[in-house]
């Protein structure tokens, strides 16, 4: 099934020339059944990826504000776009953008795997959803430290859609869990069973729930039509609810950086 979704929203001007902004995928490339107790694969599934406007809307958006942006992903390599999201019926005008863009292509091409990723090189920290990092965000120990460190340096933090699963794993200073009481939101489990893909590893507001974050999202008849942003300024992070909120998302992590980093 295929997402609708057109973005109309309209970048603000920001100049963050100098400063730098990295963009995290996955690198999981198929809808696998997993073993829960192994971990193993049981079945292969439809190919996946990352949802590619929650990729390239970011992208865009930090290099329009004239900041250097890297693109990295959980292995390194080619990433896994999911076929869906680039039909000419859901594309946006980044996707678009992307396909006529020689230099974004050859970065999502070979792009750079995490472990080789200083993060204290970073202002702006985004990950990208889609429906592979369920496979592979949570489950990385290497994107965790990455993540932790990224919040204790104050690094702005930014997600959307699956990419909050990204936090899972990562821990404040104290050691507690990073989205503890953080104000916070990602894809709704209703969204989940609506587009019947609810048998992935890991379910974005069933982990946010479990590690105690304030979770909120808005419903409606069908979820995927809504969107949701929200900004917890007290602890530098931003996120979206679904792959309607790529721009949104990547602009407040411009304005939260700019008016309280800068």
Not at 11 to 25: C, H, M, N, Q, V
Not at 106 to 114: F, G, H, M, Q, R
Not at 117 to 144: E, H, K, M, P, T
Not at 149 to 167: D, E, M, Q
Request: net charge neutral.
């Amino acid at each position: 099934m295929t997402l609708p979704h057109k973005s109309n929203t309209k970048r603000e001007i920001f100049d963050l020339s100098g400063y730098a902004a990295l963009i995290i995928t996955t690198s999981q490339s198929s809808l696998d059944k997993i073993d829960k107790s192994t971990n193993n694969v049981i079945k292969k599934g439809k190919a996946t990826g990352v949802y590619a406007s929650e990729m390239t809307e970011p992208y865009y958006t930090f290099l329009d504000a004239h900041m250097n942006v890297t693109i990295a992903s959980i292995a390194g390599g080619e990433i896994p776009i999911d076929p869906l999201s680039l039909v000419p019926f859901v594309r946006t005008k980044d996707d678009d953008r992307f396909l006529k863009d020689p230099i974004l292509q050859e970065k999502v091409k070979n792009s750079i795997p995490i472990e080789k990723i200083n993060i204290a090189d970073y202002d702006i920290v985004f990950l990208s959803g889609g429906w592979g990092a369920a496979y592979d965000f949570a489950q990385s120990d290497r994107l965790s430290s990455m993540v932790s460190r990224a919040y204790a340096n104050k690094t702005i933090l930014a997600a959307v859609c699956h990419g909050p699963l990204g936090f899972i794993g990562a821990t404040k200073p104290d050691g507690s869990a990073l989205v503890k009481d953080v104000k916070v939101t990602g894809v709704t489990n209703k969204q989940l069973r609506e587009l019947m893909v609810g048998n992935t590893p890991k379910h974005p507001e069933a982990e946010l729930r479990k590690s105690n974050a304030k979770y909120e999202h808005r419903s409606g008849l069908i979820d995927m039509f809504k969107n949701h942003i929200v900004v917890d300024a007290d602890h530098l992070i931003v996120t979206g609810q679904n792959q309607k909120g790529g721009i949104e998302t990547a602009q407040m992590a411009l304005r939260l950086f700019s008016t309280n980093v800068l």
